[in-house]
């Protein structure tokens, strides 16, 4: 099977020749070839700025990496672990005449468990797997396609909807006159509630940064993309 090299891996592969082969009139910084044209005295500056930037898209993904990391699955993990802790509460409440609050409350949260499970399972611990694996910053434009970012945009969207109707059935619940059949929820519970809302909306919040993450990523991979076709 023939391999394809990215433009990085191009690049550093005639670097490498030109150590053996070098052409003349041209010099080498770092892994650029050039010709001066010009007394250009801060040349070298400049190419470590260009560098800079050719650079981002590992930027990006190592950002991506670290957030999922340290931030994004530890907190879907400790919200996995309070919906659990929540939802026995409630099932060891279900009983008496409000039996029908105390089952709809049950059932959200199992429901909106699931979906945070999946989501785990198949946005964060995969994106955490494909960036961790040897010279997936080297790789460049291999790493990932911008198609495959677009699908991990659309189903973290998906999910903030999700976290947003989960959200608005735990404030209505908190509400006697709309969620609650008129009856006033205990003040334990409706702590337990209000904390869990606050959480959903910390949640939320990572989501929106991932996201924006993400979009810096697709950005720099499609200029990457057409630095390619130019060149």
């Given at each position: 099977m023939n391999h394809t090299f990215s433009y990085?891996?191009?690049?550093?592969?005639?670097?490498?020749?030109?150590?053996?082969?070098?052409?003349?009139?041209?010099?080498?910084?770092?892994?650029?070839?050039?010709?001066?044209?010009?007394?250009?005295?801060?040349?070298?500056?400049?190419?470590?700025?260009?560098?800079?930037?050719?650079?981002?898209?590992?930027?990006?993904?190592?950002?991506?990496?670290?957030m999922?990391?340290?931030?994004?699955?530890?907190?879907?993990?400790?919200?996995?672990?309070?919906?659990?802790?929540?939802?026995?509460?409630?099932?060891?409440?279900?009983?008496g005449m409000h039996l029908l609050f105390y089952a709809e409350m049950i059932d959200a949260l199992e429901t909106y468990n699931g979906i945070l499970f999946i989501y785990q399972r198949?946005?964060?611990?995969?994106?955490?797997?494909?960036?961790?694996?040897?010279?997936?910053?080297?790789?460049?434009t291999a790493?990932?396609?911008?198609?495959?970012?677009?699908?991990?945009?659309?189903?973290?969207?998906?999910?903030?909807?999700?976290?947003?109707?989960?959200?608005?059935?735990?404030?209505e619940r908190i509400a006697p006159d709309i969620g609650n059949a008129g009856f006033e929820l205990p003040k334990t519970e409706a702590a337990i509630i209000t904390d869990l809302s606050r959480k959903l909306l910390e949640f939320k919040d990572l989501m929106r940064k991932t996201g924006y993450i993400m979009k810096q990523w697709e950005t720099r991979l499609a200029q990457l993309q057409l630095q390619e076709v130019m060149n």
């Open positions: 990085p891996e191009l690049q550093q592969k005639f670097c490498e020749g030109f150590e053996f082969f070098p052409f003349r009139n041209l010099e080498q910084y770092g892994k650029f070839i050039y010709k001066r044209y010009a007394n250009v005295q801060d040349l070298q500056g400049v190419l470590d700025c260009y560098d800079f930037e050719n650079n981002l898209y590992g930027l990006s993904a190592r950002v991506l990496l670290l999922m990391q340290q931030k994004n699955i530890p907190a879907a993990a400790a919200l996995l672990t309070q919906l659990k802790e929540v939802s026995a509460f409630f099932t060891r409440q279900c009983h198949d946005v964060q611990q995969n994106i955490e797997k494909q960036l961790c694996d040897p010279g997936r910053f080297e790789q460049e790493v990932v396609s911008i198609g495959t970012i677009k699908h991990i945009q659309v189903v973290i969207t998906e999910f903030a909807d999700s976290t947003d109707i989960m959200n608005d059935f735990l404030n």
